[in-house]
C-alpha cells in the first residue's frame, strides 16, 4: 500500500494538535507515519513531518512536549535529548539586524499589482509586510538536535516555503528544488511573513509554505499512491457558521484553508486515490484558540487531539481504508517497556526509515514492471 502523509500549517499550536494527532493514528492504526513512501510538511507541519521523517516517533514527541525526562536518551549529537525545546522552537528571539517597515519583497507585492489573479491574496500580501523582526535560529536548533547537516534520511520528505520574489511554491527535499540543508528548509517553510525573519537559501529568500497552501496536498497528484493521510489544522470540521463568537477571528482563515483542501483533495481523488482528510473538531478549536503562536495551552491541545482524531479514524468508512496499512515497529508505535538506556539510538531508527523506504520504493517498481 503507497501512502502519502500531508501534514499542514497552523502555527504552535497546530504543530501541538498534529502532534497529538499522530499519535493517535500510529497507535489506532498499529501503522507508523514515518513509513509513508511520500511526506510533506508545511511550516508547523513541515517541522513536525522533519522531526517524524528522521526517526523521532510521535509517542516520543507528545512525552517530551509534556516535560518528562529521559535520562540515558541523546540527540544526533550526543546531547540529552531532555534539554531540547519542547515547544518545537517556539522560543522567540529579536534577529540581530536594522528593523525596516518597508515591504519585505518589493518584487512580489509589484508582481501582485501588475499580475493581480495569477497568486493567492496571502502571497501577495507576503510581499507587502516588512521582514520579521523575529529569528528562525531557535527552529533550525530543533532541527538539527537530530539532523545536524544535510537532509533527512527519509527520501522524499518534502518541505514547502515561498519564494519571496516570485511567490513561487518550493519543495525542498524534491529533485527540482534548490538543495538546502533540513533545519534550514524548515526554518524557511515556518518564516511566517511579518514575523520571522525570511531564510536565505542558494541566494534567495524563502518565507512560510502556507500563503501558498496551508496543506500543500496537491503536490502528491501524479504519483499513483494508494492513500492519502493529511492533518490539516487550520481548516475545520466544525460548521463555521456555528463558530463560537470569540473565534470568529480566525473566520477567514479557516475558510480560506478548507476550500484550499477540499479543491486538493478532490484533484488527488480524481486519479484514483483514497484521501483521508483529518481536521480540527469544534472542542478541538474552543482549547487551541485564537493565537496560533501561543503555547501556552499546548498540552492541553495535544491530550485533545489524540482523543478527538481517534474518533475521526474510527469512522467505518476510515477504518476500512486505513485497515491495509503496514504494521510498524513497536517501539515507534509505543513507548519500549525496558529503560531508555536499551531503546533503538536515533542513527538505528534513521537508518530503519532510510531502509524500508527503499524496499517500498523497490517494490513499487517491481509491481510497475508487472
Known sequence: MRVGLVLGAGGVVGGAWMTGGLYALATETGWDPADADYVIGTSAGSMISALLASGIPPWFMVAHSRGETFEEVVDANGNPAYEADRAGGAVFRPHRGVPSLLPGSPALALRGITQPNRLPAPTVLSGWLPKGLISTEP???????????????????????????????????????????????????????????????????????????????????????????CLNPTSTLHPLRALNPRLWPNFLMHRGSGRRLGSEAKRVRA???????????????????????????????????????????????????????????????????????????LRELSERIRGRTRESAAAAVEETAA
Open 271 to 345: 486519479e484514483g486515490t483514497e484521501v483521508v482528510l483529518v481536521q480540527p473538531t469544534g472542542r478541538d478549536l474552543e482549547v487551541m484558540g485564537t493565537n496560533l503562536m501561543s503555547s501556552r495551552r499546548r498540552n492541553d491541545v495535544i491530550t485533545l487531539a489524540i482523543e478527538t482524531v481517534r474518533e475521526q479514524l474510527r469512522a467505518p468508512e476510515v477504518q476500512e481504508l486505513l485497515s491495509d496499512l503496514p504494521r510498524g515497529a513497536a517501539d515507534k508505535i509505543h513507548r519500549p517497556d525496558e529503560r531508555p538506556a536499551r531503546w533503538p539510538k
Open 139 to 229: 527552529l533550525k536548533d530543533v532541527v538539527r538536535r537530530v539532523v545536524p547537516e544535510g537532509w533527512s534520511p527519509h527520501p522524499n520528505l518534502w518541505v514547502v516555503a515561498c519564494d519571496h520574489a516570485s511567490g513561487g511554491r518550493v519543495a525542498f527535499g524534491h529533485e527540482s528544488s534548490p538543495d538546502a540543508e533540513l533545519a534550514d528548509a524548515v526554518a524557511a517553510s515556518c518564516a511566517i511573513p511579518g514575523f520571522y525573519r525570511p531564510v536565505e537559501i542558494g541566494g534567495h529568500d524563502y518565507v512560510d509554505g502556507g500563503v501558498c497552501s496551508a496543506s500543500n496536498l496537491d503536490l502528491l497528484a501524479g504519483l499513483d499512491l494508494d492513500a492519502v493521510i
